[in-house]
């Protein structure tokens, strides 16, 4: 379960703060598929790269079951964010000079783990043919499909996606909602997913929707 306690985020200080985020009490039980929705600029990347540890809330706490990720020191996130979360990204952030292969297994190599899962992985994503490619030689869907292999590497419970198929053409980002579908169906990772999308978000179990930094659930 995640759940967020009063949760905000200011950037800036002075005249020129933008409060992004505005005592946000949400809670996500383990298994969900949840869309968060709201306009350009409501704060949902914002709340998602807090609920990742990609980020520092000015206020506030989040926890991941009995963790108050909150409350950790840098090197104690990064550790939590690499065991416990996948991030999957817009612009895919795939490390250009590194084959997709490579990328993969990035998370696993940073955590000292050994991969047990990768074949089954790339198998499952449709990119065993291509994991020697660098991201410049891969289409976009296949470029996204290896990031949602990185994601998977360390076998997180949580996969939080900002816009993953907001980069993508229309097949290729259907094929991507359906891999997303799939892993919370059969493996029940608990999965969150910014779009601007009805149709992704009507595919969801829930909606939270977001409106200048404010939770309308
Ligand atoms: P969304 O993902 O819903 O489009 P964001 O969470 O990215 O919205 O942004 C929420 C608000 O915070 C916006 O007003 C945005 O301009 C502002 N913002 C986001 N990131 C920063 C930043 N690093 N510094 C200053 N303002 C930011
Ligand atoms: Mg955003």
Do not use: W
Request: net charge negative; with cysteine.
């Amino acid at each position: 379960m995640i759940r967020t306690e009063a949760l905000t985020k200011i950037y800036g200080t002075g005249e020129g703060s933008v409060n992004a985020l505005n005592h946000a009490d949400i809670q996500i039980e383990s298994g969900e598929l949840t869309a968060i929705i709201g306009r350009s600029g409501s704060g949902k990347s914002t709340l998602l790269n807090l609920l990742g540890c990609l980020d520092t809330a000015t206020s506030g706490r989040i926890f991941y079951d009995d963790t108050e990720i909150t409350s950790l020191n840098d090197t104690g996130a990064a550790d939590f964010r690499l065991n416990h979360i996948g991030f999957v990204f817009q612009f895919f952030d795939l490390l250009p000079e590194l084959t997709a292969a490579e990328n993969i297994l990035l998370p696993a190599r940073l955590a000292g783990k050994t991969p047990e899962n990768y074949q089954s992985i790339v198998e499952a994503l449709g990119i065993a043919d291509r994991i020697d490619h660098y991201p410049s030689q891969l289409s976009g869907g296949q470029q996204q499909r290896a990031a949602i292999a990185r994601a998977l590497i360390n076998d997180p419970d949580v996969i939080l996606c900002d816009e993953p198929t907001g980069n993508l053409d229309e097949k290729s980002g259907e094929e991507v909602m359906e891999m997303l579908l799939k892993m919370n169906r059969e493996q029940g990772k608990t999965i969150l997913i910014v779009t601007h999308d009805p149709e992704i978000a009507a595919k969801c179990h829930r909606i939270i929707e977001i409106r200048d930094g404010e939770v309308k659930i």
